[in-house]
T-cell receptor, first 111, second 113 residues
Framework: GQSLEQPSEVTAVEGAIVQINCTYQ??????LSWYQQHDGGAPTFLSY????GLEETGRFSSFLSRSDSYGYLLLQELQMKDSASYFC????????????FGKGTRLSVIA | DVKVTQSSRYLVKRTGEKVFLECVQD?????MFWYRQDPGLGLRLIYF???????EKGDIPEGYSVSREKKERFSLILESASTNQTSMYLC????????????FGPGTRLTVT
C-alpha cells in the first residue's frame, strides 16, 4: 500500500523556525510536493522536490532525501498568517496518476 | 492566473436526493480531480479524469459518479445522497500528466440531512 506520514499538529512561536516532516512508503517515487491550506480556503501549492536536497523559496524551504523516503517543509521567521494546514503529496508513478496526499499537519503559530 | 471555480460554496440536500457538484477550470488543463476532505482524514480522491469523456476511480468512488463532457468542466454526481456524504468537496486541475502542481477550487461544503 501507499502511505504518507506527517504529524497531525505542530505549535510554534511567532518569529521561530518550524520543521514539518513527511515520510512516505509508496510503490514508486517521482517527486514530493507541499501544499498549504488556510481554514476555509483551498489548498495552494508551495514547493516541489524531485531530487535530493534543499529547495528554498523565500521563508519556506523544502528538503528531500529519497534514500530515507523522507522530506520536510521548513518555515522560517514564522508569522501568524502561517497558521494553516500543510500537506505533503507524492507522485508514485509516471504518466496518468494523481498525487497521493498525506493527512496534513495543522500548524498553530502563537505569540 | 489559473482559476478553478465550483458551483456552490455551501449546499444543503436531503437524504436520497440526486446532487450535482460542478467544477470549471479556465486554463485548458488536461487533468481534473474530485476530492473530499474530512477532519483527520486529509484529502481523499474520489474520481479523476485525464481527458474529455475519460474517468478513473480514485480511492473512494462508491456512491459517486462523474461526467466530463467538455474539457473545462468536471461534474461530481451523488446519485442518492446519504448523511455520510456530508463533507467538503474540492475540485482540482493540473495541466498535463507531467504536472506536479494541482490548482484547487474553493470547495463546496455539502450537508446532507
Amino acid at each position: 500500500g501507499q502511505s504518507l506520514e506527517q504529524p497531525s499538529e505542530v505549535t510554534a512561536v511567532e518569529g521561530a523556525i518550524v520543521q514539518i516532516n513527511c515520510t512516505y512508503q509508496t510503490s514508486g517515487f517521482y517527486g514530493l510536493s507541499w501544499y498549504q491550506q488556510h481554514d476555509g480556503g483551498a489548498p495552494t501549492f508551495l514547493s516541489y522536490n524531485a531530487l535530493d536536497g534543499l529547495e528554498e523559496t523565500g521563508r519556506f524551504s523544502s528538503f528531500l532525501s529519497r534514500s530515507d523516503s523522507y522530506g520536510y517543509l521548513l518555515l522560517q521567521e514564522l508569522q501568524m498568517k502561517d497558521s494553516a494546514s500543510y500537506f505533503c503529496a507524492v507522485r508514485d508513478h509516471e504518466g496518468n496518476t494523481p498525487l497521493v496526499f498525506g493527512k496534513g499537519t495543522r500548524l498553530s503559530v502563537i505569540a | 492566473d489559473v482559476k478553478v471555480t465550483q458551483s456552490s460554496r455551501y449546499l444543503v440536500k436531503r437524504t436520497g436526493e440526486k446532487v450535482f457538484l460542478e467544477c470549471v477550470q479556465d486554463m485548458d488543463h488536461e487533468n481534473m480531480f474530485w476530492y473530499r476532505q474530512d477532519p483527520g482524514l486529509g484529502l481523499r480522491l474520489i474520481y479523476f479524469s485525464y481527458d474529455v469523456k475519460m474517468k478513473e476511480k480514485g480511492d473512494i468512488p462508491e456512491g459517486y459518479s462523474v461526467s466530463r463532457e467538455k474539457k473545462e468542466r468536471f461534474s461530481l454526481i451523488l446519485e442518492s445522497a446519504s448523511t455520510n456524504q456530508t463533507s467538503m468537496y474540492l475540485c482540482a486541475s493540473s495541466p498535463n500528466t507531467d504536472s506536479y502542481e494541482q490548482y484547487f477550487g474553493p470547495g463546496t461544503r455539502l450537508t446532507v440531512t
